[in-house]
């Protein structure tokens, strides 16, 4: 990596000040993705602005039934807060099907959010590519692209982002809570990230000089019927080909309402509530869930060697709505099968 | 005992632990980038961003500039510093002897500084200007050549070849006609490589994971046009080698360059992505395969041809053929090797390099033989085994192979299938059962060990073999304690120096054999001075006796009446504190030089086909898998293997090796591919996130069986080799029960769930 000098702060109005300031600079929490990309030489700063002092590092109830959770809040401790595990027993999920136990630890939840895609490409400063080098190319188009996007991309970029629990939080309709210069705002998970577009070098929609303090979850939790169904190449410390959140609010034998969230498929979260609109008033039947799983891939496009994805995030769609249906949420710990 | 020390049966030893067991759990086992040295200074290698063409320029100002920097070697600093040399080491090129780039992610120049984060620092800074010209990284790729292995690789001398395979083909009632393909693979051994070089006047000290310590010192001797006995290589313990470390590299030279510029010692760790571009991998192959039989499953006619990816400048053959063409009693076979250059680093040996891929095929296809003719795929390899390998009608020194299929699918349950494709079912999980033969060739290979006795009952045993994890310091101790009648716990080994007296490669699973008949002989040395002092003594208790009717045990001389002389007083005759002796091993039908060539660091490893009688080891390996029917995710709960390899030291070590086999061989089957893209012949995945390897959940029941075999004809230790035995079929056995579980075949690796989707 390169060399870079490092500030410790103290509040996060110094955070602030520091981000704003030159030279360019990064914050670092967990660390668990950011030194990665220093080590790959994809992430060059000349400064490092260390948070894990900040007072953010707990989970609180909001008031409004809800929990905040502070963005230094570790990806272990917030699956394994019981109030996490029984109110959103999806998010839980979610954070415990992802990275392996030592990156979880070490990881903060507002890390979580800003981790960056894990494209082959995007790795390799030897190649082109649009993220890093905005304008020169993206070879993962017509190159190897087993792991990127069926949804929403772009002829500039085809990146995935790679949460799991951010897949959980975009279907429970977290708010994202930032501090900027200009003061505090709210940023619903829905807006957090961006597609790429002309612009796959910006991720997200939080400003250069803001940094995220909490993350809201509203009072509805889905604590009975949900799942994180995930799919991968291995049963940990892989990334998901392609993740399911689904969350079914039940009224006797009808849905209420419907939550759907994929991971893997696209450069953000991927909701769809056109498709989850579908089966407000439904009984949860097979066909109801082929039918939402068809509205969500309706535009999906593969890229030679990720067409396959878009069959596999059918039959997962399915598979995690009827897991969510019948309370049999994917179990993230007992991998045996019988 | 337990699970992990199984009870040995007849000709088995026992489950002693790891003589190193607590140092290696603890962190106190020193790797050879480990040693501490003062004053080192850190190397960090520069790589190519292309992989063909010329570099017209290289920019170090900005990498000189950095604080910390000493030193930069790159083009036109090798003067008077030989090329490596193929075969010894795994690539002829030299990477920094001219500007040609041959391969990506080639080696360019090695950044030295005061610390290792300055020389990363400083390497970044490094830009080179290239020429480039577009690169041919695939079997498909324009600008490839197609050669025969046939007289331009080591192997094969022959294309293996028996009776008249075209016309027995025609003839035949049922024919069967596949190809099979491959992907390139590459090892991650959990060590880095690296080198740390000092230089002591005249002298050289390399301390560097290595398989083959003699033959890094006569390598590196050769390079700097020094004697060998100048040359000290170093490597106490390697963590993980599986054929990376086996040859040597062009790195040793040039870091052992920078250290004598700078005069301090030089530590270069390699990078794990830089590893897959500086170190040799598994080459990919495609493979086709004939087999024609009668309607009862007999195979009157085999074919086996191979294409192997290689690079431009050496010839590396995997040439399987020459065990495929020998598993059964075909009638009559017919064999083939053809290499393809690329523009690609050299492939080598890589876990049993020629048999992995090679019995893939075979094994792959004897299944779909079974399938057409509506036969069990067990019932098929008994009508086709065999007591003599069809090329040359040699008898076997042992071969158990449907023993093996007889246990494992007993301990499997294989009578519960139905062999009807998918119409096994759990739950949403479809289950298949598959499987397939192990085989690899017991190698042997010169070796020399001294052993030392002292009269309180201590040995050592100093032998300069590797200890990669396989268990080799273990037993080699397991054999001096039980020539010389002592409990293992007195037993010291030494081992990982050139200081010590000669051992061959860790390689080809030779080493057990090789080294335990060393120590075995320089033990029977032993014993034969203490038993002679013992019967020529004027009135002690084994006075006037015949020497051959003597033996030790329990710290004491004994004769079969019962008469016994304890050591102390043994050793009290001689006058001797201790009693030494240095053993050389030979094995039958060795070169007269072959202990010249082992201190040379020259490999002179046989077995397998060659000579008199045909040895190899065997075993069958039983896959269970389990596909999701809806989301497709493919697993493994249960994987069965049953081996006989003649005589097993140790049954915890051995398990563990075999254990550790047929986990690699799943993760083969499922896991691993080094993704190579076609435009720039650039390795795509160059880190663990990205190359795939099961974790602990991905793997759930394994079983190991060890059928008792005496085989007093391999080799005096009476011991094959299984380092390699146990990811021999495993490939095969998941891909038949995979198509168990589905119906679909598929004839390329890995299989994921995108082969089972729309």
């Known amino acids: 990596m390169n060399r870079f000098s490092y500030v410790r702060v103290a509040s996060v109005a110094e955070a602030v000040r520091e981000i704003a300031s030159a030279p360019p600079a990064r914050f670092i929490a967990g660390g668990t993705n950011l030194v990665d990309l220093m080590k790959y030489n994809v992430e060059r700063p000349e400064r490092v602005i260390d948070i894990t002092r900040l007072p953010l590092t707990a989970i609180e109830e909001t008031g409004e039934g809800g929990l905040r959770i502070g963005a230094l809040v570790t990806n272990t401790e917030a699956a394994y807060d019981p109030r996490i595990e029984s109110r959103y027993p999806l998010l839980s999920s979610a954070i415990l099907a992802g990275a392996s136990p030592q990156l979880r630890n070490a990881a903060s939840v507002g890390g979580n959010l800003l981790q960056r895609t894990r494209c082959y490409y995007f790795y390799d400063v030897a ?212 | 005992m337990s699970t992990a020390a199984p009870q040995p049966k007849a000709n088995q030893g026992q489950p002693e632990p790891r003589i190193d067991a607590r140092l290696k759990v603890t962190g106190g086992a020193r790797y050879a980038a480990d040693i501490p040295l003062s004053n080192l200074a850190y190397g960090v290698l520069v790589t190519s961003d292309i992989a063909r063409g010329q570099v017209r320029s290289i920019d170090f100002e900005a990498a000189k500039a950095t604080p910390g920097v000493l030193d930069i070697v790159s083009y036109g600093d090798m003067t008077g510093i030989e090329k490596p040399q193929f075969g010894s080491a795994y690539t002829s090129l030299g990477p920094l002897h001219d500007r040609t780039i041959w391969h990506d992610g080639q080696i360019m120049a090695l950044v030295v500084a005061d610390t290792f984060e300055a020389a990363q620092d400083a390497a970044r800074k490094v830009k080179a200007e290239y020429e480039e010209q577009h690169p041919s990284g695939h079997f498909g790729s324009a600008g490839t050549e197609t050669i025969p292995a046939k007289g331009h690789a080591q192997r094969p001398k022959e294309n293996p070849s028996a009776g008249d395979f075209d016309g027995a083909f025609q003839s035949a009632p049922v024919k069967l006609e596949a190809e099979y393909r491959t992907p390139t693979q590459t090892h991650n051994p959990i060590e880095l490589f690296s080198t740390t070089a000092y230089w ?258 201590d040995v050592l045993v100093q032998s300069a073999s590797q200890e990669l994890g396989t268990g080799i310091r273990t037993v080699a101790g397991q054999m001096a304690a039980e020539q010389l009648g002592v409990s293992f716990d007195k037993v010291k080994v030494e081992m990982g120096d050139t200081e010590l007296p000669p051992a061959p490669v860790s390689g080809g699973s030779n080493s057990t054999a090789s080294v335990c008949s060393a120590v075995l002989k320089a033990c029977q040395q032993i014993q034969e001075r203490l038993f002679r002092a013992a019967v020529a003594s004027n009135n002690g208790p084994l006075a006037g006796r015949n020497p051959a009717d003597l033996a030790i045990r329990n710290g004491a001389l004994v004769a079969k009446d019962g008469a016994a002389q304890k050591l102390p007083d043994v050793f009290a005759l001689l006058g001797a504190g201790a009693v030494e002796e240095y053993a050389e091993f030979i094995p039958d039908g060795g070169p007269h030089d072959a202990v010249q060539k082992l201190y040379q660091g020259k490999l002179t490893m046989t077995g397998g086909p060659e000579g008199k009688k045909a040895k190899y080891a065997y075993g069958a390996e039983f896959v269970e898998v389990r596909i999701n029917s809806r989301t497709r995710e493919i697993r493994i709960p249960r994987l069965v293997g049953a081996f006989a390899a003649g005589r097993i030291m140790n049954t915890r070590t051995a398990r563990s090796q075999l254990m550790g086999g047929l986990i690699w061989g799943m993760s083969a089957a499922l896991f691993e591919a080094t993704e190579i893209d076609e435009r720039t012949a650039r390795t795509i995945n160059r880190d663990l996130q990205d190359y795939f390897v099961p974790v602990n959940a991905d793997v759930q029941q394994v079983e190991v069986i060890l059928l008792t075999e005496v085989d007093h004809e391999v080799n005096p230790a009476g011991v094959k080799g299984i380092g390699e035995l146990g990811n021999v079929g495993t490939n095969a056995a998941v891909a038949n029960a995979v198509f168990h579980a589905t119906g679909k075949r598929l004839r390329q690796l890995p299989i994921r769930l995108e082969h089972f989707v729309a």
């Open chain 1, 127 to 338: 190649t082109l590519c649009n993220k890093r080098e905005p304008g020169s190319g993206c070879p993962a188009i017509d190159g190897i692209n087993r792991i990127h996007a069926i949804l929403g991309a772009s002829p500039h970029c085809i990146a995935t982002h790679p949460s799991d629990m951010c897949v959980a939080l975009a279907a429970l309709e977290a708010v994202v809570r930032v501090t900027g210069p200009q003061g505090e705002r709210n940023i619903p998970f829905q807006d957090f990230h961006r597609l790429p577009g002309g612009m796959p070098e910006i991720d997200t929609n939080l400003a250069r000089d803001e940094i995220i303090t909490y993350i809201d979850l509203p009072s509805k939790g889905f604590a009975q019927n949900y799942t994180y169904l995930k799919l991968r190449d291995r049963l940990s410390y892989a990334f998901a080909l392609v993740s399911v959140a689904a969350a079914l609010e039940m009224d006797g034998e009808q849905i209420k309402e419907a939550r759907l969230a994929l991971g893997g498929v696209a450069h953000k979260p991927w909701r769809d509530i056109a498709a989850e609109a579908l089966l407000r008033g439904r009984e949860p039947s097979a066909k109801n869930f082929a039918a939402v799983a068809s509205k969500v891939l309706a535009d999906a496009k593969g890229y030679g060697s990720n067409d396959f994805k878009i069959d596999l995030a059918r039959r997962a769609i399915v598979r995690a709505l009827s897991q969510a249906a019948a309370r049999t949420p994917q179990s993230q710990t007992d991998k045996r099968i019988t």
């Open chain 2, 200 to 457: 002591t006047g005249k002298q050289l000290t390399i301390c560097e994971p290595t398989q083959s310590l003699y033959g890094l010192r006569g390598e590196i001797a050769r390079q700097f046009r020094m004697d060998p006995a100048d040359v000290r290589v170093i490597a106490p313990y390697v963590g993980g080698g599986f054929g990376s470390k086996g040859p040597s590299t062009p790195r040793t030279a040039i870091v052992a360059l920078a250290a004598r510029r700078l005069n301090r010692p030089v530590r270069c760790v390699v990078s794990r992505e830089q590893a897959y571009t500086t170190m040799p991998y598994r080459a990919p192959t495609r493979q086709r395969i004939r087999i024609g039989a009668t309607p009862d499953g007999k195979i009157t006619a085999f074919s086996h041809e191979g294409w192997e990816l290689t690079s431009r400048i050496d010839n590396y053959a995997v040439a399987g053929t020459e065990t495929t063409t020998r598993l059964y009693g075909y009638g009559s076979v017919a064999s083939d090797v053809q290499l393809v250059k690329a523009d690609r680093q050299t492939p080598a040996y890589m876990r049993s390099p020629p048999e992995v891929p090679y019995v893939f095929a075979v094994e792959s296809a004897l299944d779909e033989l079974a399938y057409k003719l509506g036969m069990d795929p067990v019932e098929l390899r008994r009508v086709n085994d065999t007591d003599r390998e069809p090329i040359h009608g040699k008898p076997f020194t042992s071969r158990h192979l449907m023993a093996c299929y007889d246990q494992a699918a007993q301990a499997f349950n294989w009578s519960a299938r139905n062999p009807k494709p998918g119409s096994m079912r759990h739950g949403d999980w479809l289950i298949g059962m598959g499987c397939a033969t192990a085989v690899y060739p017991t190698h042997i290979a010169p070796a020399t060990a001294r052993v030392r006795l002292r009269a309180d009952g």
